[in-house]
Every structure is written in structure tokens, then in C-alpha cells.
């Protein structure tokens, strides 16, 4: 279906292709990784004959309809939903599938009110997510997404996640989120060494093939230079000797005849941690019934309380544009609470990085004068060594911010947070703009910074290997949920996803059978989820009360030995009796998770049927 034949491809000095192929049989989904700025978005561009490689050609078979992502902001509908149906048109009596574009657009998150806003008037990330629908409704042979993820909250992924697991035909994909491409794909093409390489399966498989090729290669290589080396100092020794002058002649050709492997190059990795400075407190922040709203606008935030212990991981998930990055600007002093408060312990300093922080750095400043503005205490050296970190090594660092790309610019605010000591990290989407191994290299800073960290992120692996409780935007709410995002999807999930979205607003027609059967719903998911904790409850409870009874005999016994001095007895029983503590301890244990649960549960239930009236 797609050929890609010995293409070379460089800007400048920096070369991106050399002599490159690959093959896209029909029906392949495949996911396209590498390290950021090794050409990635560059191969989807020539794909879509945006540019032109340099040498080399990529041909599509003809006939083959290709779809992608187009960042071009230009509509020629009145409405979102007239804009989405242009790719549905059918040719009989002119009719439209209207309700599948509908059902498009409101799994990408569009509310009922969107659909009838021009797309001129949606935000940019609405308007791109606007060219997806289109993208999708086409339905083409040859799909291509570079980087989807970047415009689509938590909700709208999972949807795009089911639907492109549907997908029956051939597909490029390019995102940072590895658990989400590797739910998808079929196929990976890594974007490695100017070359590209397939392989059937996901991603951890490509990269562990390629690391055990490169490996074996340099070892190789190691191995055949120390044997020239060796054949060189017996040509050296003897090469002036009349008697054994031949014989190194002909060791020296030998050599010269012989394979020498290049020594591969290191490939820059985003590589830090951040720096902590010591919180003696317990807690670092909290918020007393918060309620936040923009002027003009509707509640975003109401009667939060949310108390952040000082080595506490939160995730902060929801749809867009209802609060997640405000709750954030709230906890950094950026915006005061309409009522509440917010309080923090009088160590806690806190490190912001989002898209309302961008607005600190200057046009003119370097990377390294940002950096060292953020903590004017650094050492050149200290501010170098986090520049390179940054993937900003040598002349890097000299390039003003003007002239930075997005990411650029992502990775040189991420550098200002690492360069002021911090103990509360106050993160918006920080994987926007990274690579995969750039996303593992965040995951793995943030799991051992010994602060707290409280994150806006829609990537679920994130999620999945930081974070141990959530602030959950759902349903028109924002509420605190203590338990990891797995616990949250199984007890409760998204509201949104049983059928199709309103982003949370109650349909104002539903009508009193459809609420009685959503209540009865409710109920018995309640029934399902508290009855093993009452059985478990019922079972430590009896058992507490059986080892107690146990106990006061054992305890009587014990009494009788001692006055009777067997020595024997008094060892048997005291160990008997302490084996019983050590089981009420274990059973009181139980008991009271069992019950902290369930009373967890019970509460969450009666705010959902409280809802539901």
C-alpha cells in the first residue's frame, strides 16, 4: 500500500534520513517512535507530499485514499456539525448521516452546544479536534495521526482508543503515549540512526531488538579493534626488521582489507531529577471548601477539600476546559478562590509548570539565562548540566527563546522547575512535547522526589505509575476520589462513556422511568460493591470475639501455671496467647480497612443518588 524507498531527508547540518526504507502492507496499524526531533512528524509531511524528501521516493498505490490530522484551521460550514458532515454526504437525494457525525464529534468531546457553534468560534484544540471527526468520517484507506493525544482530554482518548481498536484499515500513528499506541497498533517503525526499521508487535519489542542488535555490534566492534590493535604492534615491531619486513607487509594489507565498524553515536535522552529542598511538615497544602468560578462564568470548583500530604502523589483528571489547570493556578497562588481558602504549610515551597507559566520566559533571554534566572544561586557548570539534561548540551543552550519550538520551549520551562529546589510540584500536562523515553524519564523522576506532586494528565500509564489518589472532574463536579485511577475505573469509571457525551450536563428531556431505572442502577452497583465488605466485617468481628474468648481462658491457665512454677506450661501458653494478640491485631487490621471502605463506597453512592433526584 505505502512504499517508502532509500529516502534521505536532513535540514541544514542536522540529517534525518539517509538512505531510508520501509514497507506499509494493507490493513497494518502501525505506530511510529524515536526520539524528538529524529524526524518523526517530518516522515508523516512527505508521506502527505507537504515536502519532499531529498533523494529516494515514497509512492502510495493508486486508487488509495488518505486521511490525517491536518492542522490547517481553515471551515466552510456554519456549524461544527454541518463542518463534520461534509465527509458523509451521500449521493442519493443529497442525504446526510447526521447522527454519525454527531456521535463522532461527541466522543471527541463536543457538547450539544458545540455542535451548533461555528468553527470559528471554538477554541484552537476544539478546532483540531474538529479536523479529527473529519479525518475519521472519511473514512479513508491509509489513515495518518501525528500526535492526536496532544488535543484530546483523558475521556475523548478513551474513546479514540476504542474506536481506532475497530479500525479495519491501514494506519501511521505517532503519539508519546506508549500504552495508548500499543493498544492500537499492529506494527512499529522505529525512527532510529537516519534508518527506518519495522517490526511486527509493539513498541517494547522494537526497542529490546534494537538494543540487543546495537549491543551485539559493539561488541563486535570492541572485539575486531582490539585484534587490530594487536596486529599492529607486531607490524610496528618488525616492519623495520629485514627478516620479518615481508611478513608485516602482508599483516598490513591484511588489516587493511579488514571491516572496520563505525562506533554508533550516542542518542540524547532527557535524563534529571528534580531538586528538593526539606518539608519537616506532615502535610503541604490544602483546600478548605474551595469554590472557584471566572467572572461571568459558571462554578468550576465548589466546596473542594483536597489535603496534600508532604509526599503525596495526586492526579487531577477530567475533560477539558472544566477546572483540572485552574485547580492548579488556585494551589500556586496564580488565582484566589471565590470563598474557601487555600492553605499551605509554611515550608512548602512549590515548583509550576504549565501553559500559564510559559508567560515567564522572555524572547530575548538564552536557555541558559532562563535557567539561571529561575535560580540565580547556580554555578554556570549547574546551569550547563541542567541544560544538557534539558537535551540543550554545547551551543544548544545559546539559542534564544524566540527562535525555540514548542517543545523547545516545554523542555526549557521544565528546566527552570528543575533549577529552583521545590517540595510541592505542581505539574499541567507536563508529557505534552516529549518522546516516550522522555515520558518514562518524567515518570521516573517523579516517583523518587521525595515531595509532593500534584499532575494534570490525560496519558493513563502516567497515571497508572505515579499517582495513589485523584481530583476527578466528572459530570459536572469536582470531587476528591482516595484511590489509584484503576480503583476509580472499576468502582465508578467516566459518566460520559456509556453512551453518547454532554460533558457532564444531565439531559434536561431524560424522563422519570429512564432516572428510577438509573437509580435502581446505582442501588445494586452499591448492593454488589458493599455486601463482601459487610461479609468480611461480620467474619472479623466474629473472629475477634472468638480469640478474645479464647484469650481470657488462655489468660486463666497462664495464672495457674505461674503459681504452680511449670516452667514447661508457662512457655506453651505465653506463646499460644501471644500468637492470639498478633490475630486481633490482624483481624482489627481488616476490620477497620474493610470499614473505612465501605463507608467510602456508601458515601460516593449516596452523592450519586443524590444527583440522580
Request: proline share 2%; charged share 30%; aromatic share 6%.
Amino acid at each position: 500500500m505505502l512504499q517508502i524507498q532509500s529516502i534521505g531527508k536532513r535540514f541544514g547540518e542536522q540529517v534525518l534520513f539517509d538512505n531510508a526504507s520501509s514497507l506499509i502492507e494493507a490493513g497494518e496499524k502501525v505506530g511510529i517512535v524515536g526520539a524528538n526531533g529524529h524526524g518523526k512528524s517530518t516522515l508523516i509531511k512527505m508521506i502527505l507530499r507537504e515536502i519532499a524528501p531529498d533523494q529516494g521516493q515514497i509512492s502510495v498505490h493508486k486508487g488509495i485514499r488518505v486521511g490525517h490530522l491536518s492542522q490547517h484551521l481553515v471551515f466552510a460550514e456554519k456549524t461544527a456539525l454541518e463542518e463534520a458532515s461534509l465527509s458523509l454526504q451521500v449521493k442519493e437525494e443529497g442525504y446526510i448521516e447526521i447522527h454519525r457525525a454527531e456521535a463522532m464529534l461527541m466522543g471527541l468531546g463536543f457538547s450539544k452546544a458545540q455542535l451548533d457553534q461555528a468553527p470559528e468560534q471554538l477554541s484552537g484544540g476544539y478546532q483540531v479536534r474538529l479536523n479529527l471527526a473529519k479525518a475519521l468520517l472519511e473514512d479513508p484507506d491509509l489513515l495518518l495521526l501525528d500526535e492526536p493525544n496532544n488535543y484530546l482530554d483523558i475521556v475523548s482518548l478513551r474513546w479514540l482508543r476504542g474506536f481506532l481498536k475497530k479500525w479495519r484499515r491501514t494506519m501511521l500513528l505517532v503519539t508519546h503515549d506508549r500504552e495508548f499506541m500499543d493498544s492500537v497498533t499492529t506494527h512499529t517503525i522505529a525512527v532510529h540512526r537516519q534508518k527506518l526499521r519495522k517490526f511486527t508487535g509493539g513498541t517494547e519489542k522494537a526497542w529490546e531488538q534494537i538494543y540487543i542488535e546495537e549491543e551485539m555490534h559493539e561488541k563486535t566492534r570492541m572485539n575486531s579493534e582490539r585484534k587490530i590493535a594487536h596486529e599492529m604492534r607486531f607490524v610496528e615491531r618488525f616492519r623495520a626488521k629485514a627478516r620479518r619486513a615481508s611478513q608485516a607487509q602482508s599483516r598490513l594489507k591484511q588489516i587493511a582489507k579488514r571491516e572496520r565498524l563505525d562506533k554508533l553515536d550516542e542518542i540524547s535522552t532527557l535524563s534529571f531529577s528534580f531538586n528538593h529542598i526539606n518539608n519537616p511538615g506532615k502535610w503541604s497544602t490544602e483546600t478548605r471548601a474551595m469554590e472557584f468560578a471566572y467572572e461571568g462564568g459558571e462554578t468550576l470548583i465548589s466546596g473542594m477539600e483536597l489535603h496534600v500530604g508532604a509526599g503525596d502523589r495526586v492526579g487531577v483528571i477530567g475533560p477539558n476546559g472544566k477546572g483540572k489547570s485552574t485547580l492548579l493556578r488556585l494551589l500556586a497562588g496564580e488565582l484566589k478562590p471565590v470563598s474557601g481558602e487555600v492553605r499551605s504549610h509554611p515550608s512548602t515551597v512549590h515548583g509550576l509548570f504549565g501553559q500559564s507559566a510559559m508567560g515567564v520566559l522572555q524572547d530575548k533571554r538564552t536557555i541558559e539565562d532562563e535557567i539561571n534566572s529561575a535560580n540565580t544561586m547556580l554555578t554556570r557548570t549547574q546551569v550547563r548540566e541542567i541544560c544538557g539534561a534539558m537535551m540543550f548540551g554545547g551551543d544548544l543552550a545559546l539559542k534564544k527563546v524566540e527562535v525555540l519550538s514548542g517543545g523547545e520551549k516545554s523542555r526549557t520551562l521544565l528546566g527552570r522547575v528543575l533549577a529552583c529546589p521545590s517540595n510541592l510540584l505542581l505539574l499541567d500536562e507536563p508529557t505534552n512535547h516529549l518522546d516516550m523515553a522522555s515520558t518514562e524519564a518524567l515518570i521516573d523522576a517523579i516517583n523518587v522526589y521525595p515531595g509532593a506532586v500534584v499532575m494534570v494528565t490525560h496519558v493513563e500509564s502516567v497515571l497508572r505509575e505515579t499517582c495513589n489518589r485523584l481530583v476527578v472532574f466528572d459530570a459536572g463536579i469536582a470531587r476528591v476520589f482516595e484511590g489509584d485511577y484503576d480503583t476509580f475505573l472499576n468502582r465508578f469509571g467516566w459518566s460520559e462513556e456509556a453512551g453518547s457525551r454532554d460533558t457532564g450536563e444531565r439531559k434536561k428531556n431524560e424522563n422519570r422511568k429512564d432516572k428510577r431505572r438509573g437509580r435502581a442502577q446505582l442501588i445494586q452497583q452499591r448492593s454488589a460493591l458493599l455486601k463482601p465488605l459487610r461479609s468480611q466485617m461480620e467474619r472479623n468481628e466474629k473472629l475477634i470475639i472468638t480469640i478474645e474468648e479464647k484469650a481470657k481462658d488462655t489468660e486463666q491457665r497462664l495464672i495457674h501455671a505461674s503459681e504452680a512454677g511449670d516452667g514447661e506450661q508457662i512457655s506453651r501458653l505465653s506463646q499460644e496467647l501471644k500468637n492470639m494478640r498478633e490475630s486481633i491485631d490482624t483481624a482489627f487490621h481488616k476490620l477497620e480497612e474493610a470499614s473505612k471502605e465501605h463507608d467510602q463506597i456508601e458515601q460516593q453512592f449516596d452523592e450519586k443518588l443524590d444527583r440522580s433526584e
